[in-house]
């Protein structure tokens, strides 16, 4: 199996689950994830799958400055209805990495280790998703924004040729290339842009009203993951 290249360039997520530890699953319970494993989860890499493995790693990353994420003690809160665009393959990839589920999940052993219901969706949310650590409930809300990488120029008309299968050969190898570039420039030359990857972490201490921004945010309405 041939990945592109630049996957291996996409920094890797090193966590600690407690059950993989008990049960000697890998040495100290360690697992890393890199791009390359979401893809071959997913079947494809597409700026959505970008995000969703990005946006876990940045997470996670600001909830555990100093110590390995925990797989299985994070809750993760998803706005957009699970039945709506590519939300239920951002919950896929978030499953992976963090070990939440909806509550088809691991129900766990004599009430330790259950991952079932820590996956939710919460129309409130602000931003398209909230991490949350069990141990401590603080929180991280993220979001991306794809206006900052639109398509290459020609793009959708050679996406349409693809799909209603019109289109060249040469054409095909264009296509793919194009997409693989856009995926390529988000999660390499724009990872820690703060405009395309929001990361806010929530104030305890602060009550907001329903779908109300606190008056220190100044940035443009979120979108959501499925945007192309």
Partial sequence: MKLPDFFDEIPRLRVQ??????????EDGILVYGFGDVVRLTGHAC??????????????????PDSLPQRGGIQVELRDDPRSGSTGVVATVIQMLTGAADASGFKGFG??????????????????MRFT???????????????????AEGFDDLLARCVEDKATKDERVKLARMWLERVKHLLLDLARDPAVFVVRP???????????????????????????
């Avoid at 689950?17 to 890998?26: C, F, N, P």
């Avoid at 959505?48 to 555990?64: F, I, K, M, S």
């Avoid at 009430?111 to 398209?128: M, V």
């Fill in 47 to 64: 700026p959505t799958v970008a995000a969703a493995y990005w946006l876990t790693y940045l997470a996670l990353e600001r909830l555990y």
């Fill in 133 to 151: 650590r069990l141990d401590n409930r603080d929180s991280i809300e993220v979001n991306a924004d794809f206006w900052f990488a639109p398509p």
């Fill in 202 to 228: 929530v104030d305890r201490g602060w009550s907001r009203p329903e779908r109300c921004a606190p008056p220190d945010i100044r940035c443009r309405p979120a979108a959501t993951l499925c945007s192309s």
């Fill in 17 to 26: 689950d407690a059950l993989s530890q008990m049960l000697g699953s890998a």
């Fill in 111 to 128: 009430g330790r280790f259950g991952r079932a219901g820590l996956i939710r969706y919460a129309p409130e949310l602000l931003l398209s």
